[in-house]
């Protein structure tokens, strides 16, 4: 009995940590839901300047004490959730009390947010965050006997897996992706078709393990896996296909060796160099060459040269005094808007396109943009010339109010329950074919600032059947062969 408890112990969430997290966003909404109901603007002011802070504090223990007890819970949703929740939504809305003046004009240009209204966002995202500690705390705690009971599977072989990614992953992404998204081709790239150049990145993971059982040539392979993976992404100016392949390498380098406080070092310097250089980059090239990237390295490397010398300045006369940085990971002003929305009679209705989420769009044209930050643009300020997202919680109750936001945080917090067992089994057996499911779970717990139908409900099913295509179709060939004695 002992022993299987111990096994079963990484899939659960220690109920001392959901109770304390309960407890903590459970009081910060009481509290909330009194000040706003009294409607004393000095009480709204201080709780908006201390109640994101306290949560933001307490879901980042939390996540650091879930992992640092039990290693394993790396690899599941929920740890990461709790720390992007505390950058979003701890941390972001800040920016409204502690920011620069010119800062919250900036937000405000968008939409203009009062105390009252500021509380309100605060209240929905730690509806939010209670909803999703309920799905997952549920789901984790659950037995499964005869899963636990069933037979050990065979390892897949690190090296073989690897390649399989890469032959999968690079023509797609430097044959048809990159080409794509130069704007060097005319035809348009289904998002499907889009998604399997990401194999190339994924194939980063394997390799690192590859590398520690002193494969030939896995080392040499994978340094330049990595640095053309940045490559793309600098070229591409795409800030997010960076973030991803760095988290790949953190994520190798884990497998190999689980040293939690070397990872957060180490995330804390990608960080600040983000912040600091990655970021301001990409808006400076951007703005420097009038389109969203490069058409080749020559125009990066130039765009490079040029950032070294002028762009921090260029940058600062475009927005003289805004904290740019801060006001990317603030989203009160785009979610005070959908509840207005939403409680004046005109509901979104984002989410009604589930239907088409698996119709490919070359069968039906008139399919519906998944990721309608343009179109959400347009109906707050009239125009779509940049593209604007809401979150989960904000998008949930534009749809269909309160009512929403709950069903919706449960949905996620159980699917990170059930993504996260899944993940643990494979990683534990060393499944690596598995290796897409367990980053889906990983980057779907870092996006609560992301649309709800693309990233938590097609996504995951596109992964679940490209994930179980491969193990039909490759298990054969991935499985280590024993070696003889």
Same mark, same amino acid.
């Given at each position: 009995?002992?022993?299987?408890?111990?096994?079963?112990?990484?899939?659960?969430?220690?109920?001392?940590?959901?109770?304390?997290?309960?407890?903590?966003?459970?009081?910060?909404?009481?509290?909330?839901?009194?000040?706003?109901?009294?409607?004393?603007?000095?009480?709204?002011?201080?709780?908006?300047?201390?109640?994101?802070?306290?949560?933001?504090?307490?879901?980042?223990?939390?996540?650091?004490?879930?992992?640092?007890?039990?290693?394993?819970?790396?690899?599941?949703?929920?740890?990461?959730?709790?720390?992007?929740?505390?950058?979003?939504?701890?941390?972001?809305?800040?920016?409204?009390?502690?920011?620069?003046?010119?800062?919250?004009?900036?937000?405000?240009?968008?939409?203009?947010? +009062?105390?009252?209204? =500021?509380?309100? $966002?605060? /209240?929905?995202?730690? &509806?939010?965050?209670? @909803?999703? %500690?309920?799905?997952? *705390?549920?789901?984790?705690?659950?037995?499964?006997?005869?899963?636990?009971?069933?037979?050990?599977?065979?390892?897949?072989?690190?090296?073989?897996?690897?390649?399989?990614?890469?032959?999968?992953?690079?023509?797609?992404?430097?044959?048809?992706?990159?080409?794509?998204?130069?704007?060097?081709?005319?035809?348009?790239?289904?998002?499907?078709?889009?998604?399997?150049?990401?194999?190339?990145?994924?194939?980063?993971?394997?390799?690192?393990?590859?590398?520690?059982?002193?494969?030939?040539?896995?080392?040499?392979?994978?340094?330049?896996?990595?640095?053309?993976?940045?490559?793309?992404?600098?070229?591409?100016?795409?800030?997010?296909?960076?973030?991803?392949?760095?988290?790949?390498?953190?994520?190798?380098?884990?497998?190999?060796?689980? +040293?939690?406080?070397? =990872?957060?070092? $180490?995330? /804390?310097?990608?960080? &600040?160099?983000?912040? @600091?250089? %990655?970021?301001?980059? *990409?808006?400076?090239?951007?703005?420097?060459?009038?389109?969203?990237?490069?058409?080749?390295?020559?125009?990066?490397?130039?765009?490079?040269?040029?950032?070294?010398?002028?762009?921090?300045?260029?940058?600062?006369?475009?927005?003289?005094?805004?904290?740019?940085?801060?006001?990317?990971?603030?989203?009160?002003?785009?979610?005070?808007?959908?509840?207005?929305?939403?409680?004046?009679?005109?509901?979104?209705?984002?989410?009604?396109?589930?239907?088409?989420?698996?119709?490919?769009?070359?069968?039906?044209?008139?399919?519906?943009?998944?990721?309608?930050?343009?179109?959400?643009?347009?109906?707050?300020?009239?125009?779509?010339?940049?593209?604007?997202?809401?979150?989960?919680?904000?998008?949930?109750?534009?749809?269909?109010?309160?009512?929403?936001?709950?069903?919706?945080?449960?949905?996620?917090?159980?699917?990170?329950?059930?993504?996260?067992?899944?993940?643990?089994?494979?990683?534990?057996?060393?499944?690596?074919?598995?290796?897409?499911?367990?980053?889906?779970?990983?980057?779907?717990?870092?996006?609560?600032?992301?649309?709800?139908?693309?990233?938590?409900?097609?996504?995951?099913?596109?992964?679940?059947?490209?994930?179980?295509?491969?193990?039909?179709?490759?298990?054969?060939?991935?499985?280590?062969?024993?070696?003889?004695?």
């Amino acid at each position: 009995m002992g022993a299987k408890s111990k096994r079963a112990r990484p899939y659960a969430v220690p109920v001392w940590l959901a109770a304390t997290l309960f407890a903590t966003a459970g009081a910060a909404i009481l509290l909330a839901a009194t000040v706003l109901s009294s409607g004393d603007v000095r009480w709204m002011h201080a709780m908006n300047a201390t109640l994101p802070a306290l949560v933001g504090a307490t879901c980042l223990g939390a996540s650091y004490l879930m992992v640092h007890r039990q290693p394993a819970a790396l690899w599941t949703p929920l740890p990461w959730f709790l720390a992007a929740w505390a950058v979003y939504y701890g941390f972001g809305p800040l920016v409204y009390v502690y920011g620069t003046p010119e800062s919250v004009a900036y937000m405000d240009s968008l939409y203009a947010v +009062d105390e009252g209204t =500021l509380l309100q $966002t605060n /209240v929905l995202n730690l &509806v939010g965050l209670l @909803a999703v %500690l309920g799905g997952a *705390v549920f789901v984790a705690q659950i037995r499964f006997r005869r899963t636990e009971r069933r037979q050990i599977a065979l390892p897949h072989d690190p090296w073989r897996v690897a390649w399989l990614f890469l032959a999968i992953g690079v023509p797609v992404k430097y044959l048809l992706e990159l080409p794509y998204v130069l704007g060097l081709v005319d035809f348009v790239l289904p998002g499907s078709i889009q998604y399997l150049g990401m194999f190339s990145g994924l194939a980063i993971l394997p390799l690192s393990v590859a590398v520690r059982e002193q494969h030939r040539w896995a080392k040499p392979v994978l340094w330049i896996l990595v640095l053309a993976e940045i490559a793309v992404g600098i070229v591409m100016l795409a800030k997010l296909h960076i973030i991803k392949t760095t988290l790949l390498v953190f994520l190798g380098r884990y497998a190999v060796r689980p +040293d939690l406080r070397s =990872l957060i070092a $180490t995330g /804390v310097v990608v960080a &600040v160099a983000y912040v @600091a250089i %990655l970021s301001p980059f *990409v808006n400076y090239a951007r703005l420097m060459l009038g389109r969203a990237s490069a058409q080749d390295v020559t125009e990066a490397v130039g765009a490079a040269q040029a950032f070294g010398t002028e762009g921090r300045e260029a940058l600062a006369d475009v927005l003289p005094g805004v904290q740019s940085w801060w006001t990317r990971l603030a989203y009160p002003n785009a979610q005070a808007f959908a509840m207005a929305e939403f409680d004046q009679g005109r509901p979104g209705s984002t989410f009604a396109m589930a239907a088409y989420a698996l119709v490919p769009r070359f069968l039906y044209e008139d399919k519906p943009i998944m990721t309608p930050g343009k179109e959400y643009t347009q109906l707050i300020q009239g125009t779509d010339t940049s593209s604007t997202g809401l979150g989960v919680f904000g998008e949930a109750y534009w749809n269909g109010g309160w009512p929403l936001v709950m069903v919706t945080g449960l949905y996620i917090g159980s699917l990170f329950g059930l993504l996260g067992r899944m993940a643990i089994h494979a990683i534990s057996s060393h499944q690596w074919l598995f290796v897409p499911l367990i980053f889906q779970a990983i980057y779907l717990g870092l996006r609560p600032d992301d649309w709800f139908v693309p990233a938590y409900f097609s996504g995951v099913i596109q992964t679940l059947i490209i994930v179980v295509l491969l193990n039909i179709l490759g298990r054969p060939l991935m499985i280590r062969t024993p070696k003889r004695t």
